[in-house]
């Protein structure tokens, strides 16, 4: 049994989000394995699907990205997940919107979200898949800037990114982690963009 958990702050006002990126990824994978996420658990929204003869169970943690590790850690206790088929999906102002990394180990970088599931796990041997939302410019306050939603110059790499962040996920799962990397961690939406179609993911 597999565990992907999408990070991201529970509510409307958080909806879209750059925060919130690892919600829109966990979406798009429910929705590419015709299930949803909607049954409270574990802190957090839950669904499970079976892909490739594996259960995979989807949560997104309610407890506010701070926290996000108490809902992971209690969902993977209950089930005896082990830590290496444990996924976690998050952003990274460090890399450029619409970039992805994968990382089958290692810190947080910083992220709060991360932070907490390694402190609750007591490990930092965990499979992540960093979604890029780049950086504010000049001294703009980041907490406002990862609060705040893409802007419609955004929308086509961001929406690029979370496609291919659901696929690497997928790919992790039916074909290991170092396939996955070779694979995705060389994705950049930006470089990649087809030109004359835009997106309205973000036009709300």
């Known amino acids: ?24 990824v966990l979406d798009k994978i429910s929705e590419k394995l015709n299930t949803s ?3 409270v658990k574990f802190k957090g929204l839950i669904g499970d699907a079976m892909y490739k003869g594996e259960k995979i169970l989807l949560l997104k943690p309610l407890t506010f990205m701070n926290l996000s590790g108490e809902s992971v850690a209690d969902a993977a206790r209950f089930y005896k997940i082990p830590l290496e088929n444990i996924i976690i999906i998050y952003d990274d102002m460090d890399l450029p919107t619409g970039r992805i990394r994968i990382r089958p180990e290692g810190s ?9 599931v390694i ?8 499979c992540r898949i960093r979604v890029g939302i780049g950086r504010p410019d000049g001294r703009k306050d980041p907490i406002n800037y990862v609060l705040g939603k893409f802007q419609k110059e955004e929308a086509e790499d961001i929406k690029a ?6 696929d690497a996920a997928l790919c992790i799962i039916s074909e290991g982690v170092q ?6 961690n060389g994705f950049d939406a930006a470089q990649d ?3 004359g179609k835009g997106s309205d993911l973000f036009d709300k």
């Open 1 to 24: 049994m597999f565990l992907i958990a999408g990070l991201g702050n529970p509510g409307k006002e958080y909806e879209d989000t750059r925060h919130n990126v690892g919600f829109m």
């Open 37 to 39: 996420i909607n049954k």
């Open 108 to 116: 947080s970088g910083g992220h709060r979200g991360m932070d907490s």
């Open 119 to 126: 402190y609750q796990l007591a490990s930092d041997k965990i």
């Open 161 to 166: 990114a979370i496609e291919a962040a659901a």
């Open 179 to 184: 396939k996955a990397m070779s694979i995705y």
């Open 193 to 195: 963009r087809q030109k």
